[in-house]
């Protein structure tokens, strides 16, 4: 699946946030810290499950998850697996977001987001890491946590139009096909997952004012749980962020979003429903990519 739109975006400041550094120049490198639990085997397959749909709607201004997660909900129902529980909507302790450890990362927050980057190559590819993470969580398929996603990442002159884009997008008859209720939330019994987890960075032009940043990523999407039609796939992407200095931080001027690269399937087996269920609940995200 290819994905070639891309939408230029232009404004004037208007967000405010901590500054970690004023100075430019950086090592340009980019590291992304991980759970420390994660298993090689909580989702790979010994093949990958058939896109029956690659031509499909495409939003102005790129998020990273969604265009894939069209393909998977019009690629048709599929096995849940074998399982012997998936009940995991509500049931379970939360999972535990992993800390940044290391070199002192940025202290800024906007909502769950890090923000005061800094005003380096280092900070630009920060920023972009941290926000593919952000857009492709399952907070972009609830309309609250949507808004506070794309507002807090975006150029504050685009972000408004962007929401009017994505509310369409995520339509009721969208979530649906998805295997979600039609106000996004996840049916009882199932758990939704939707996790973008970046593999690495490319910093392509970069000045004071602004940034071109690659982030290439892998993704998970999809319902684990016994009844489940949709099971939890990966996808592999690269998604183009053009960044901008804006009132002390990188903010999102425009996106675009391309597959691959995608590695060959490895031999790990298909872990049942429940198993990506209890691995989903018990894992968490990490909370700071550099």
Known sequence: MSFGDEHGYGGDPGHTSGRADDGFGGTGQTRTRLPDGRSGDMYGGPRRPARSSRSLITVVGVVVLLIAAIAFANRGGGGGGASDGGKGGAAGPGADPTAATGVEPVTGKNGEIPSGFAR???????????????????????????????????????????????????????????????????????????????????????????????????????????????????????????????????????????????????????????EIAKAVQGYGGFTYAR
């Not at 593919?132 to 807090?152: E, P």
């Not at 106000?183 to 940034?211: C, I, N, Q």
């Open 120 to 274: 380096n190559e280092q900070g630009a590819a920060s920023a972009a890491a941290n926000y593919a993470v952000a857009l492709g969580s399952d907070g972009m398929f609830n309309a609250a946590s949507r808004r506070d996603i794309i507002r807090a990442t975006h150029d504050p002159a685009t972000a408004e139009g962007l929401l009017s884009d994505l509310d369409r997008a995520y339509s009721p008859a969208f979530l649906a096909n998805v295997g979600l209720n039609e106000d996004g939330s996840t049916p009882a019994g199932l758990t939704f997952v939707s996790r973008s987890v970046p593999v690495g960075t490319k910093v392509t032009e970069v000045s004071s004012a602004a940034a071109t940043v690659e982030v290439w990523s892998t993704g998970l999407v999809g319902l684990a749980g016994e009844e489940s039609t949709k099971p939890v796939t990966e996808t592999w992407f690269t998604i183009t962020e053009k960044l901008k200095w804006i009132d002390g931080d990188w903010k999102i001027s425009s996106s675009s979003q391309t597959e691959g690269p995608t590695p060959v399937n490895g031999d790990n087996r298909a872990s049942t429903a429940d």
